[in-house]
């Protein structure tokens, strides 16, 4: 099964949450900036939220792929603010006409002193968790 693990990452939180995925999936993990060659079987996308929203440019991305190259999109994120940021990646991809896992995977995020620290150490623990199921 090939694998991808795509983040958007502007405080670094989802670039910790895609480094702990490319651990369990065996896959390095890269930012959005970095294009997806060839077709996977799962495509692993990870972002946060800055006011409220999902940053355009994991937008873009969705643009740039073929979903007939992709078989099925897993979203995770943080958030400190919103409950999660997966409802707008998940409307995003779908727009697309990806084929969006209903798994997903969300923790708190930091901003600032509001829930400082996440994600922390059983987020990260969570999401391998979480990972373990997609990929085996």
Avoid at 48 to 73: C, H, M, Q, Y
Avoid at 112 to 128: C, T
Wanted: one cysteine or more; aromatic letters at 8%.
């Amino acid at each position: 099964m090939k694998t991808a693990i795509r983040y958007y990452s502007k405080f670094g939180h989802s670039a910790k949450m895609a480094e702990v995925v490319g651990e369990v999936a065996g896959v390095k993990p890269a930012s959005v900036d970095t294009p997806l060659t060839g077709e996977v079987d799962i495509l692993f996308i990870g972002a946060g939220v800055f006011l409220g929203t999902v940053n355009g440019r994991i937008k873009e991305f969705a643009r740039s792929l073929d979903p007939k190259k992709v078989k099925k999109v897993v979203l995770f994120g943080s958030s400190a603010l919103i409950k999660s940021p997966v409802p707008q990646m998940r409307t995003i991809f779908e727009e697309f006409g990806f084929n969006v896992a209903a798994e997903s995977f969300t923790c708190r995020g930091a901003m600032g002193p509001v829930h400082s620290g996440h994600p922390d150490a059983n987020d990260l623990q969570d999401l391998r968790e979480f990972t373990k199921t997609i990929c085996l």
